[in-house]
């Protein structure tokens, strides 16, 4: 089967490696590893993440508004040449395909967050809930999460097919990562990815601030570099392979995952949980992505924004580290087992296989 797969952003791949980049490419592979056929239509710059024999790449190639128009012109051929469709949701997308006529059964809408519904902005809450409208009733959908399914059915009581797709990995270098452990009593947070605006950022560093005053510990972050920080070494953008090169080297090591209470923290599925639990790495997590992280019992969780549990949740794993560490291998063989893209994506692959 083919199925044809559109970005509705110009830039998308342009700012390199972030999580819609790193979701688009997984979703690619996980439709590879099922025995599909892609047809990738996006801007410039995809080549240099999605990858393989079973890709045919449409590049946009247009500037400004225009690219939309050439954008949306392809799309509506390349629908007739393929299986199926699946094409990112952004608020305005649905009303495009329904002016075009791209719409039905075989047309899924990927929604990943629902984007809007917390602006101050009336008008911008209103178009973003008839968005969601317009899309459950003349779309399938896809979501990350099953509180994502539920956001989507609340706001749509008529609906065709939602289902979850839940975020996965791919099993790089990371899933052959061994962790540099030792009786010192040195320790280290650490965090990778960007630096998302729904994370409580000041409470981390707070944290880490406090606990220097009464254990060795150190914050190391990879992904984006802030103003230079005593507590805090900052080790900017990485790839997989540097990333665990680096990771490998630093002792006693605590993976954080800081995320706050807000609606697309809860909503979400992010990447980054997999990649975490198949590091083999102890991890503290925020309870606001209990729902999605659950099926991995090795995470400490915190109350979302709570400085004082994080703090005894950082110090309750460095006192049993060992003990930790060997929790961790069994949400490592989980995630390796159940979690991959090509796991993920199977379920779905098997549901549409009737479409044909």
Known sequence: MTILYALP????????????????????????????????LAGEGA?????????????????????????????????????????????????FLLIIGVFGKTVWLEIN???????????????????????????????????????????????????????????????NLNILTSKRNNFNLIYFG????YYDWDMVYQSVKELKKDMKIDLHVFGFEEN?????????????????????????PILILHADNSEVARSGSPMKMFEYAATGIPSIISDSLKEQSGAFSAFTYYAAGDKAEFMDGVKCICKSYSREVERAKVSRGLALKEYTWGASVHNWCNLVSSYK
């Open 113 to 175: 967050t629902i984007t809007g519904l917390d602006s101050k902005i009336r008008l911008i809450r209103w178009l973003s809930k008839l968005s969601i409208v317009l899309s459950a009733g003349f779309f399938n959908i896809i979501v990350v999460s099953n509180k994502s399914k539920r956001n989507v059915e609340r706001l749509s009581w008529f609906h065709r097919e939602i289902v979850v797709v839940k975020n996965g990995f791919i099993a790089g270098p990371i899933s």
């Open 47 to 95: 080549d240099e993440f999605i990858e393989g024999p079973g890709v045919a790449y449409q590049q946009v190639g247009s500037k400004g508004l225009l690219w939309y128009f050439s954008f949306f012109k392809r799309l509506f051929f390349l629908n007739k040449k393929n299986n199926l469709c699946v094409i990112r949701w952004r608020p305005l997308v649905p009303f």
């Open 9 to 40: 952003t110009r830039a998308f791949f342009l700012e390199g490696p972030c999580g819609r980049v790193t979701h688009a490419s997984g979703f690619c592979t996980g439709l590879l590893e099922n025995g599909e056929q892609v047809t990738l």
């Open 194 to 197: 960007r630096r998302q605006s």
């Open 228 to 252: 230079e920080m005593d507590d805090v070494f900052f080790y900017g953008a990485f790839n997989q392979e540097t990333l665990v090169a680096r990771l490998a080297e630093i002792e006693n």
